[in-house]
Each structure stands twice: as structure tokens, then as C-alpha cells.
């Protein structure tokens, strides 16, 4: 997760997920909470904070995380499912009900990623039993959205590799050094009659959160898998160390105000697979299931 203020520049660009709790701080009782004291907190770009991520006539992910009466995000004790209704505003029709199921690491914040479609653009509003108050949400129209979307063609253009930095210093900022994912560049592995996956993440700015595990699992996954796909790693910024916040080439080229974000695309270089924002093994497992 980032929330760092050399991040708010290109219309607040590259937001964290701290959403609307108004910090990392994690805190925990440890024990159960009663779910009528918790709200919903969201862990994504929802229109309101930050240029929406989300478009119509397609299904859409928004992950959640519950929020306690002090209003920090709850890191033990959370169900193993909430249930959610997501209404549009302007025509009070339902276009979601049901439940969604908890997903992240251990030793991280627990979220919970809510798939629904929404019809037309407008504004949303998300509620959950048993849950104080409501989230509201804005929906573009597909061409008003810049992020690559399921469907399409994925972008190629360099990366840096241990061979060639391209001026991106350091080349992964994961704090043990570069991890294993930075032996070919992008657009070598999209001119292979393979499968690809991108991670673009900052490791250094994203430790303890939902986003913070998302490196470690493509690196597992890598090793798990070996040459059936290629996995890459791309950081976001510049060079940190110097304090150049300066976004990297491949946050520009996939239209990105966000990270951590992970695009799968088939051995034809068509995206089959996205997650944005949190993920954990179970989603990313499922990501790369959509290539293999």
C-alpha cells in the first residue's frame, strides 16, 4: 500500500488502499467484534477519494475491509464471510446480493473482494448486513477508463532486468534485494509463445497491509510453476532511494493511479486475468489458472 506524498501528483495518482480509515496504523483487540459495531472500509480507488477504477457492463471487484469503532482496519476476528447488497443510486435496483467470502494472508489484514456487475455508469452504494452505514462507489463508462480491462491486448514495452535497469534504481525494492521475477523484460516475454503475468507493485511502500504480500506470492508462484508462464515484476517509482518519485514507464503505459496491480495475459497477449489493490494465493492462484 502506498500513502506516501510524493504519490499525490497526476490528479493524486498512485493511490495507497488505506482507503478511509485515514492511516496504517493496525490494530487489534484480539478478540471477536461484535459486527454491529464494524463498517465497511474501502481498499480501492472509489470515484469519491480517487479517480474510480470501475466500468460498466462487466463484473468488477472492490475489496473491503472492516473497519472497528475506532476506525482502524480489523486485523483479527473477522468473519469468515459478510454478506453485501449493492444498489444503483438512481434507480434503487439491487444488481448484488449475496455473500463474500474473506480472503488474505496470515499476519495481514483480512478483505473481502466483492465481484459485481454494474449495468450502467452512476454512483453505487454498497451496504452489509449486520454493518454501520454504507459505501458509495462511482462507475465510468468504458472509454472514459484508461486501465486495461479484460479482453484486451496487453501492452509491450521494457522492463528493467538485471542486465539493463533502464535507469530504474533499484530495479525491486524488496527489502531482502531484487527478487528472482526481473530475468526478462516484458515485451521479450510477450514475443514468446507463452503466457505472461505482470505484478506491478512497490514492495518498500506496501509491507504490512492487504497489499503488502502480493511479491512474495508471484515469487512462490514462479518457483511453483517454472517456464509454464512467465511472471514479471516492475516496480513504480524511479528511484525512491533518491527521493525521484518519478513513476516508472509501465505505470504510465497501463493506465494506472494505483498498486499493487497484476495483469495475466494468455500466449496471444489478450489479458484473461486482473487483480488490483489486495490480493492473496487463493485470487492470484486463480488468476494465473486463466492461462494455464
Not at 11 to 39: M, P, Q, W, Y
Not at 58 to 69: C, G, K
Not at 254 to 278: D, M, R
Amino acid at each position: 500500500m502506498i500513502t506516501n506524498k510524493f504519490l499525490l501528483s497526476r490528479r493524486h495518482a498512485l493511490v495507497g488502499i488505506a482507503g478511509f480509515t485515514g492511516g496504517l496504523i493496525l490494530t487489534s483487540c484480539g478478540n471477536k467484534e461484535d459486527s454491529k459495531s464494524l463498517s465497511l472500509g474501502a481498499r480501492f480507488a472509489d470515484g469519491f477519494q480517487a479517480p474510480t477504477v470501475f466500468t460498466s457492463g462487466s463484473p468488477q471487484r472492490a475489496p473491503y475491509v472492516l473497519i472497528n469503532e475506532e476506525g482502524w482496519p480489523l486485523s483479527e476476528g473477522a468473519p469468515d464471510s459478510i454478506n453485501l447488497h449493492v444498489k444503483e443510486v438512481s434507480s434503487e435496483e439491487t444488481i448484488f446480493e449475496g455473500k463474500v467470502s474473506r480472503h488474505g494472508e496470515r499476519g495481514v489484514i483480512p478483505y473481502f473482494p466483492l465481484i459485481f456487475n454494474p449495468p450502467r455508469s452512476g454512483e453505487y452504494k454498497v451496504e452489509g448486513e449486520g454493518l454501520i452505514g454504507h459505501h458509495r462507489l462511482l462507475v465510468a463508462q468504458p472509454s472514459d477508463i484508461k486501465l486495461i480491462q479484460i479482453g484486451q491486448k496487453m501492452p509491450s514495452l521494457q522492463t528493467p532486468t538485471m542486465q539493463n535497469n533502464l535507469q530504474i534504481n533499484p530495479i525491486c525494492t524488496k527489502s531482502s534485494g531484487p527478487c528472482i521475477l526481473h530475468k526478462e523484460s516484458l515485451d521479450e516475454s510477450l514475443s514468446k509463445p507463452t503466457p505472461t503475468a505482470l505484478l506491478i507493485s512497490a514492495p518498500q511502500f506496501c509491507q504490512t497491509d492487504v497489499c503488502g504480500p502480493a511479491l512474495d506470492i508471484l515469487v512462490k508462484q514462479s518457483e511453483l510453476l517454472g517456464e509454464k508462464l512467465s511472471i514479471i515484476h516492475a516496480e513504480v517509482f524511479k528511484e525512491p532511494e533518491n527521493q525521484n518519485f518519478s513513476v516508472t514507464p509501465v505505470v504510465e503505459a497501463f493506465g494506472l493511479t494505483f498498486e499493487p496491480s497484476l495483469i495475466v495475459a494468455n500466449s496471444e497477449n489478450v489479458v484473461t486475468g486482473i487483480l488490483h489493490f489486495a490480493m492473496d494465493t487463493e485470487e492470484v492462484s486463480a488468476a494465473l489458472s486463466t492461462v494455464l
